[in-house]
Every structure is written in structure tokens, then in C-alpha cells.
């Protein structure tokens, strides 16, 4: 669709599992299996799942942190993983990353001066006493002191890490951000300052967000899309309140019964999803989700399901709930 | 934060470690020994000399004619005989506290007990033993230093290329630590001291380049673990180069067990330095090293005790000093042991 | 200053009392847990909730004694089991509790088994411990707790290592291990946190069937409120080392009385409700070295009165067991407080 910032069709990474006395690759983890979305400007898509889903090593092939092993990405019309180096740092410029881990994110040798006035000097954004300037202008949209800047990480709490996390993406003033599970490491109450300072910036300077998580309530309230991955794939995707309302794919209904309730009254009519989470090194055959799936047919194990459209931007790959018409 | 912690300084690293070393009773003590003979070597030429440190003679004053050589006095030939010579009215002379230089012969003193006048005793040459011993520091202590100076530098070089690259690079860099750690390193270096002309630059040069394989390892771990972290893949993707990732960021987070191997690696150089003068492989004669004095000591160990103590308990309170230190980083720097 | 409706106290398995525990730092001597009081009756879920630092953690390590003892230190309190006090105990007796009578289940499976031993000899060598089974005996029990958890193919899996299981299974293992001596209390800290949420959901429906099968009461220790109501008969909050509520799960949910409790709901996102903004509470958790004067949660509470940056408020019954420790709710907020304690939960 034109108009759509970022366009990811078919990416696959497979990582070898080497063995051997020559170290020869013996096996693959699959992690991302043929991935395919698009991000309208201004939208945020969540990316939904659990361990082995591959949703975080998606994220970081987008940004070409890790080179993929097939697949096209593409940014405002721009070919990601063919560019060139030149290319590739102006696309840098536009695209950015959130971590998860506050503590593992920032450099602990780097004060946050430091390391905001290194990426602006670098990028050519501000020079001598204007980099001070724009440091506290940074500091000062993510909500932290001016006096920030003298400090080192460890003398932060994780939200306030978090917050320098984002000031960091935010310096280079990209169009695009990967947050990358960015309050999965927080207390509730602070997950609800970064999640509300988000969808601020997000309005204020005109953000796309590719959301990465596994809390669907985090996820309810930030998205505009979600996108719900399982081994490697892509099993279900619609725009946030269909997905919830909705849920066409068995994983998303197991997945949105299985989240705990804040509600005492709601509990114990729930179906528990049996069996654990697969491994992407041995995937099962035909539609990945088969071994665990309530409602199997003999056809799923055979063939790979494919996204079908359901109505409404709402799209499947089940054989059973979005069967494709021939 | 908090306005207390917005008042208080702000904590770098190397604060946060000295805080932790300080609690360390022997690590402070060990601090305090190597800062000792830092000093002592430092200071030795206005500690052991045989040259005054301040001469007023003849109505002129000379300062510093202990480094400093003036034509007159050269003239005079006084500058190795300044034992000999008194000063009149008007003179005067202050001497450092051990008035005898390192190379100084006093063929009438040879191999005399440790006395008043000399107090470590002299070695068969008539040379002030303590002298002796205060101007081997020097050689022991620069020995120590450059030579880890040496191996850190290629270390850490070879170590973080090759952890960072990984693939051929890294390969490569092991095949040749593997091929360098396979040589027993002190036979190695006695050899090579054979094929070259002794002198404390080769000895230098050699000590590190056999020791830089240890540094290389563990710089080439560090990296691996952590061009891993978050903060490597966040410096990647804001554009910045491998050269400033590498050197700016991994680098610094990556020295720390450096630092600890450095001070048991100038320990370590010294006691081999000491060695290969022991075995006639180190500085040549007549220069003042420990292991040289053990050496000579070796012909008249039944009667000069002197020759054989004191020497040892140099070398031995050196390493020991620097092991200490080296254990107090290690802990103070363990992000575990913090409180 | 009003005490508590507290029930008697033969049903109650495990007592805490005035429970004071503190950390020796650099920066000063940090109370992470300041006089917490509450009652666990046999066959009862307690959770106890609170955000990171609130000292939830500490209190259950207080309880079994695990507190590193330089720097920590539990200077105050009781702690009783069945009417026996643990905090007296000489070491050697408390470790015949440990394992025993009162288990305890940590959040990272992974790094909570020795990664050298099979799960198998692990569980056994506890049974052998405790009850003094012989070496096959105590395989065959090792064996027959790990189906009581459901782990398929028990006997062979008694002979994994722990780093050939995956996070869930390791869950279950130490689920096991925690369970083969039959204890009559089982802490849990965070036990679903570090798991995907479907296997979440099957360890939360494994606790409740373990619980209605044996009696056990359990101390649940955790920051989620969902799994809190999945599983909780009774919920204590907690926030910077104190209790300041406690009531039955449906009554706390239904009408939380403490401020903090409030805003916390308040925060929550929630699956049912639009893409609202979320209501965020101001500031941070006060550092457990220099907690504030008066309520400790004063300076970021919206609701804040003069006197609650004076005194401490005492825990004040609102409603059918259910006790705040709020000025809000104390008819006296602007009369002289008589002198006593702060707030504990009951």
C-alpha cells in the first residue's frame, strides 16, 4: 500500500547451529519464517508473542542489526538490506531502537551527556555549545532533569534509565522507532509514565512505532495494529480492537484467555493451552501451532497455512477459522 | 531523582572502585608498598648518590650536581671523588641520605658486614649494597611497567579486533596466541636474550611481546561478551562506525580484568627480570639490578648473608606488593562484591 | 489507635509480627522491611503485593531466615509457625523447617537448580534429607512428585539435567521439589514472572489443583495484580517496607481503600478498556535509606492530608476484614493521634 512507511515482505532469518569437528552447520533455529507487514506513517503495530516467536529478532532485522538470510525490507521506499554504507547511516538517521533491559542498554562507562553529545556531534546535529542545549532539550522531552546529564546510568532507577533509552533514539530525530518490549522490565506504575510519554512523543513529533511485546494489555493500549507472531510467523493480524474483540486464530484466543485478569471474578473459566512452547529449531510441520491446537484438523499438519483475509484488514493463516477460498 | 542525589557528585566508575579497594586492609597495604618503591625509584638519585645534592664551594653554589654535571667541577675531577673531599669555610655540601653511588668501588670495603657506614653492607667489589639496592628498583620497576606497557598495548589491540570481527580475524588471532602460549615463555626469552645484545630496552621489548597472549585472551572474551549487550546493538544502530564502537564504547567496559592481569604481569616481569640477571642474561655489569646482586652473591653465600637477604626481600616485598593490589582490584572491581 | 480484627490464632499456620528487617550499606542503613504484620491461616493464598522495592521479596526471605547476614539483619519481630517462633530458632533446627515444613519457589527456574546434578537426585536428595528414605525409596518418591506436577514421562525426565528443560518444565520441577516433604507452607516469589503467559497460566492452574489436593496455605509473593486475582483468597499491599492494606481478593478489587492500592488500579492497562491514557502516579519509590516523614506514600499521593506528613497512619478497619492504613479513613485524621506504630496491615 503506498503510503505505508515501512513494508517487510517475506523475511526470514535462520540462525546455524554448528556442529562437528569443523564446526559444520547441523541444524537451524528458524527464527523468523517468512514475515510479511506493512506500517501505515503515524501507526503504531504491535508485535505480539512469546519465547521463539522471533518477534525481537524481526525487530532487529528491520533496523538490519542482523542481516537476514532472505527477504525485502523496505523504508519510505528505500531498500533496507540492499543499501549501501552511505545509505544505510542516512536510514539510520530515520530509523531507531528502544531496548528492553534498562541496565543492559546504556553504556555504564558513558555519562548521559556524554553519549547524547556523541550522537550529535557524530550526526552532524548540533556543534560546540549547541549540543549542551539540545542535550537538555532531550532530556527535558523525556521528562528528566536537565542535571541528568552529568550522571552515570547506574545512578538511575529503570524508568529513568528507560526514559534516557528513549531521549537516545530520539536524538537523531528519526521518523520511526522499534521499541523492543521497552516496559517489560518496569513496575506497573512507572510502565504507565513510559507508555503514556510514548504515545506523547508519538503525537507530538509524529512518530511510526513497531511495538514489540508479550503483555497483551500493554499492547491494547499503545496499538493501532497488531500483528501476533508464533514460531517464526505471522498466524494472526488486525487493526488492535478487532484483534481483541475478535480474535479469529486459536493462538490468539489461547494467548488472550491465558493473560490473568485483573478481576477476581473472572477467573477459572479459562482454557489452558497444554503442552510448551515449541522450539523454532525443529518446527512442526505444516501450520506450526498444530501439536498444541484445540480445534486440529488431520489438514493442518500437511500444509503451511497462508494470511488470509478475513474482512476488515483482519487477517488469519488457519485452515479451520480462515480457510483459504479457492 | 531525589534533590539529595541530584546534590551529591556524581560517581564514575573509578570512584565507585577505589571506595570498594579502600576497604581492603592488605590490598591498601600493597598500595602503599608499590607507591614506596615508585617513590624510591623515582627518587634515586637524591636517595643514593655519591655526588652531593647541593654544593656551595669556592663562593659558588651548584644545585643539583647530582644530575646535573658543571665544567669546573668536572675539571677538578671531583665527580667521582667526592668522598674524598672535605669542604673548607664557606663550604658546604648536603649529601643524600645513602652517600655512596651504585657503581662506586671501595676495594678497602669489599664484602664488609652491613655497619655505620654502610648499611647494607658492600658486595666484593666495595659497592654500597643499599645503594645498589635502591638503583635496582629503578631497573626492576621500569622493566615491570614497560614491559606490561608492551603487551597490554598489542593485547588489547589483537584481542579486541578479534573479538569484535570474530570470523577470520578472530581465527587468526588465536592461531597465534595458541602458537605464542605453546613456547614456555621464560626459555624463550633467555634465548632471545642470548641471540641479542643485553640491555634493558631488549629485555623490555621481549618480556612484553611474550607476555601480550594472556592480555589478548582476555580482552577478546570481554569483547565477546560485550559487543552482546544491548548497548553495543544501540551504538550500531545510531550510525555510529566500528572504529568508535570498538575503541569508545566496548573498549572501556571491556579493560577491567586488563587492569588486574597488568599488576600481576609487572610482578611477574619483575621476578623475570630478576631471573634472567640471576642467570647473566639481563642488564650488563657493572648496572645495579636485584638478580645481578643475587648472583654474585652466589660465590660468598657462606659468610655475606647480606648479599643474599636483602635483594630477596626487595623482589619479594615488590611481587608481594603487587599481588595484593592486583587481588584488591580484582575484588573492588567484582560488580558482586559491591554493598 | 485501632487494632486490627485479627482471627485466632490456632488456625493460623504462619504469623508475622512487627517483622523488621535492614540492610547495612554505603549509603546508610536501608529498612526494607519496617514492621510488617499479617496471619496466614491453613489452606489460605496470601499474595503480597507491592512494586519492586517495597520489601515484598525481603519479608518472605526474612521469614525462612535466607537474608545474607552481613549486610542484612532482621532486628525486630516475630515469626511463628504453628505457635513455634523461627526467628529464635538455633540453625540447625531452622533448616529441618526449611524444605520441611515451609518451602519456598523462586522466580528464575533456570538459575535456581544446580546445574550439575539430575532433577531427579536433586528432589531425592531432599526427600533423604527430611525424611530419611533410602537411596531407591527416595527416587521413586523424586519420581512420583514429578507426576504429581504433571511433567509427561516422569521417569525419564527424573534424569534430565536442568539446562535440557525448558523454563516451564523447570517450574514444575522446583514446584516438586518444594512440595516432596510435604510442607504446610509454600512461599512462592514471583513464580510466573519469568515464564510466557501461557505456561503462566498452566503453573497458576497447577498451584490451585496442588492446593486443593494437600491443604497447603500458600504465601504468594508478586507484582502482578492479574495473577493476584487469578489466585489470591487474601491480598496484603505493600509499598516501601510496610503494609497498607489487606482484605479478601473480591473486596480488594472491588473497593480499594488505600490511596496507593487505588492509583495502582488506576494505572493498570487493562484488555477490556479503549487505548485511554493510563493514569500514572507521580514521583518514585522513596530509596529504603530515607523514607519520608509522617505516610510514606504522602509525597505522591493525590489525596494527601496536612497530618499525613506528620505521623504514620495506623491500620484502620473499612470494611469485612479489610484494614488501610490511611488518615483518610481514621475519623480522628484531625484530632490528636494517640502515640503508637504505623501502619500494618492485619
Known amino acids: 500500500m503506498s503510503g505505508d512507511l515501512l513494508v517487510v515482505r517475506d523475511l526470514v532469518k535462520h540462525f546455524p547451529v554448528r556442529g562437528g569437528v569443523f564446526g559444520r552447520a547441523v541444524a537451524s533455529v528458524r527464527a523468523v519464517d517468512g514475515v510479511s507487514f506493512s506500517i501505515p506513517r503515524g501507526a503504531t503495530l504491535s508485535l505480539v508473542g512469546e519465547s521463539g516467536s522471533g518477534k525481537t ?29 552511505g545509505t544505510l547511516r542516512a536510514l539510520r538517521k530515520r530509523m531507531q531502537i528502544i531496548f528492553q533491559d534498562p541496565y543492559a542498554s546504556l553504556n555504564p562507562r558513558m555519562t548521559i551527556g556524554g553519549m547524547l553529545g556523541e550522537i550529535l556531534r557524530v550526526h552532524r546535529l548540533a556543534r560546540g555549545a549547541a549540543v549542551a542545549a539540545r542535550t537538555a532539550e532531550l532530556l527535558d522531552l523525556v521528562g528528566l532533569p536537565g542535571a541528568a546529564a552529568d550522571r552515570y546510568p547506574h545512578e538511575f532507577s529503570g524508568g529513568q534509565r528507560q526514559r534516557v533509552g528513549i531521549a537516545r533514539a530520539l536524538a537523531v530525530e528519526p521518523e520511526f522507532i522499534i521499541a523492543d518490549e521497552p516496559v517489560s522490565a518496569l513496575d506497573v506504575s512507572i510502565q504507565a509514565q513510559i507508555l503514556n510519554l510514548l504515545k506523547d512523543l508519538q503525537e507530538r513529533l509524529g512518530l511510526t512505532y513497531l511495538f514489540i511485546s508479550h503483555d497483551l494489555a500493554v499492547v491494547r493500549h499503545i496499538s493501532t495494529h497488531v500483528a501476533v507472531m508464533y514460531l517464526g510467523r505471522i498466524v494472526e493480524t488486525a487493526p488492535a480492537a478487532d484483534l481483541f474483540a475478535a480474535p479469529v486464530h486459536p493462538y490468539t ?74 | 531523582m531525589t534533590d539529595r542525589e541530584q546534590q551529591e557528585r556524581s560517581a564514575g566508575y573509578w570512584r565507585l572502585v577505589w571506595r570498594q579497594y579502600r576497604r581492603n ?74 652517600p655512596h653511588g651504585p657503581l662506586r668501588q671501595d676495594l678497602r670495603a669489599r664484602l664488609s658486614a652491613p655497619g655505620p657506614r654502610h648499611w647494607f653492607g658492600t658486595d666484593d667489589r666495595g659497592r654500597d649494597v643499599l645503594s645498589r639496592i635502591i638503583w635496582g628498583g629503578r631497573i626492576s620497576m621500569s622493566v615491570g611497567f614497560i614491559s606490561v606497557g608492551i603487551a597490554v598495548l598489542v593485547g588489547v589491540i589483537l584481542g579486541a579486533l578479534a573479538g569484535y570481527y570474530g570470523g577470520w580475524v578472530d581465527a587468526a588471532v588465536l592461531r597465534l596466541i595458541e602458537i605464542w602460549m605453546c613456547v614456555p615463555s621464560f626459555f624463550l626469552i633467555i634465548t632471545v636474550m642470548a641471540l641479542l645484545d643485553p640491555g634493558i630496552m631488549n629485555i623490555m621489548v621481549v618480556i612484553g611481546l611474550t607476555s601480550w597472549p594472556e592480555v589478548a585472551r582476555l580482552v577478546r572474551g570481554e569483547f565477546l561478551k560485550q559487543k552482546e549487550m544491548d548497548y553495543a546493538a544501540a551504538a550500531r544502530a545510531l550510525g555510529l562506525g566500528d572504529g568508535r564502537v570498538i575503541f569508545r564504547h566496548l573498549l572501556p567496559n571491556a579493560v577491567s580484568p586488563v587492569f588486574v592481569a597488568a599488576t600481576f604481569g609487572v610482578a611477574g616481569a619483575i621476578l623475570t627480570e630478576s631471573g634472567l640477571s640471576f642467570l647473566g642474561f639481563g642488564v650488563p655489569p657493572p648496572t645495579a639490578s636485584w638478580g645481578e646482586i643475587l648472583k654474585q652473591s652466589q660465590s660468598y653465600v657462606d659468610f655475606a648473608w647480606w648479599l643474599v637477604l636483602f635483594p630477596g626481600i626487595a623482589i619479594f616485598l615488590t611481587v608481594v606488593a603487587f599481588n595484593l593490589v592486583g587481588d584488591g582490584l580484582r575484588d573492588a572491581m567484582d560488580p558482586r562484591l559491591r554493598q | 489507635m485501632t487494632q486490627p480484627d485479627t482471627k485466632a490464632s490456632s488456625d493460623n499456620v504462619l504469623s508475622v509480627r512487627g517483622l523488621r528487617t535492614v540492610f547495612h550499606t554505603d549509603a546508610g542503613t536501608a529498612v526494607a522491611v519496617d514492621g510488617v504484620s499479617f496471619d496466614l491461616a491453613a489452606g489460605e493464598t496470601l499474595a503480597l503485593v507491592g512494586e519492586s522495592g517495597c520489601g515484598k521479596s525481603v519479608t518472605a526471605l526474612s521469614i525462612l531466615r535466607l537474608i545474607p547476614s552481613p549486610p542484612g539483619e532482621i532486628t525486630d519481630g516475630e515469626v511463628l509457625f504453628d505457635g513455634r517462633a523461627l526467628l529464635g530458632l538455633p540453625e540447625n533446627e531452622m533448616r529441618r523447617v526449611r524444605g520441611n515444613d515451609i518451602s ?102 497447577l ?137 500494618k496491615g492485619a
Open chain 1, 57 to 85: 529478532t524481526t525487530g532487529r532485522l528491520v533496523l538490519r542489526l542482523v542481516e537476514p538470510t532472505a527477504g525485502e525490507v523496505s523504508f519510505d521506499g528505500t531498500d533496507v538490506l540492499r543499501a549501501d554504507k
Open chain 1, 253 to 326: 484466543k489461547a494467548l488472550l484467555a491465558a493473560a490473568p485478569v485483573p478481576d477476581p471474578a473472572a477467573r477459572r473459566d479459562r482454557v489452558v493451552l497444554a503442552g510448551d512452547v515449541p522450539s523454532p529449531i525443529n518446527p512442526p510441520s505444516g501450520c506450526p501451532f498444530h501439536p498444541r491446537c484445540p480445534d486440529v484438523r488431520p489438514e493442518c499438519s500437511q500444509t503451511a497455512q497462508r494470511l488470509v483475509d478475513t474482512g476488515g484488514g483482519h487477517r488469519a493463516a488457519c485452515a479451520v477459522h480462515a480457510p483459504e477460498r479457492h
Open chain 2, 25 to 98: 586492609r592488605p590490598a591498601l597495604l600493597g598500595a602503599a608498598l608499590v607507591l614506596f618503591f615508585g617513590v624510591l625509584s623515582l627518587a634515586a638519585p637524591f636517595l643514593a648518590n655519591d655526588t652531593p645534592v647541593w654544593l656551595v664551594k669556592g663562593g659558588k653554589t651548584y644545585p643539583l650536581p647530582n644530575l646535573i654535571t658543571y665544567a669546573d667541577l668536572q675539571a677538578e675531577n671531583l665527580y667521582n671523588n667526592f668522598d674524598r673531599w672535605r669542604p673548607g669555610p664557606g663550604e658546604y655540601a648536603l649529601w643524600p641520605p645513602v
Open chain 3, 104 to 205: 519456598m519457589i523462586f522466580q528464575e527456574p533456570m538459575t535456581s537448580m544446580n546445574p550439575v546434578f539430575r532433577v531427579g537426585a536433586q528432589i531425592a536428595s531432599v526427600i533423604r534429607l527430611h525424611r530419611g528414605l533410602g537411596r531407591d525409596a527416595a527416587w521413586a518418591e523424586a519420581v512420583r512428585a514429578l507426576e504429581r506436577v504433571n511433567i509427561p514421562e516422569a521417569a525419564r525426565r527424573a534424569q534430565d539435567y536442568p539446562h535440557q528443560l525448558s523454563g516451564g518444565m523447570l517450574q514444575r520441577v522446583m514446584i516438586a521439589l518444594a512440595l516432596a516433604c510435604g510442607p504446610r507452607v509454600l512461599i512462592a516469589d514471583e513464580p510466573t514472572t519469568a515464564l510466557d503467559v501461557t505456561i503462566q497460566a498452566q503453573i497458576l492452574s
Open chain 3, 207 to 343: 498451584l490451585r489443583d496442588v492446593r486443593r489436593d494437600t491443604g497447603m496455605a500458600v504465601l504468594l509473593i508478586t507484582h502482578d495484580l492479574g495473577v493476584v486475582a487469578e489466585t489470591a483468597d487474601a491480598v496484603a499491599v505493600m509499598y516501601a517496607g510496610r503494609i497498607v492494606e489487606r482484605a479478601p481478593v473480591a473486596e480488594l478489587f472491588a473497593s480499594p481503600a488505600h490511596p496507593y492500592t487505588r492509583e495502582l488500579f488506576q494505572s493498570l492497562p487493562v484488555m477490556n478498556a479503549g487505548a485511554a491514557r493510563l493514569h500514572a502516579i507521580r514521583g518514585s519509590v522513596p530509596p529504603a535509606t530515607a523514607y519520608p516523614a509522617g505516610c510514606r506514600f504522602h509525597p505522591r499521593c493525590s489525596r494527601a492530608l496536612p497530618v499525613c506528613a506528620l505521623r504514620e497512619p495506623p491500620a484502620v478497619n473499612v470494611g469485612p476484614d479489610h484494614t488501610a492504613a490511611c488518615w483518610l479513613h481514621c475519623p480522628e485524621a484531625s484530632a490528636e493521634p494517640t502515640a503508637g506504630e504505623g501502619g
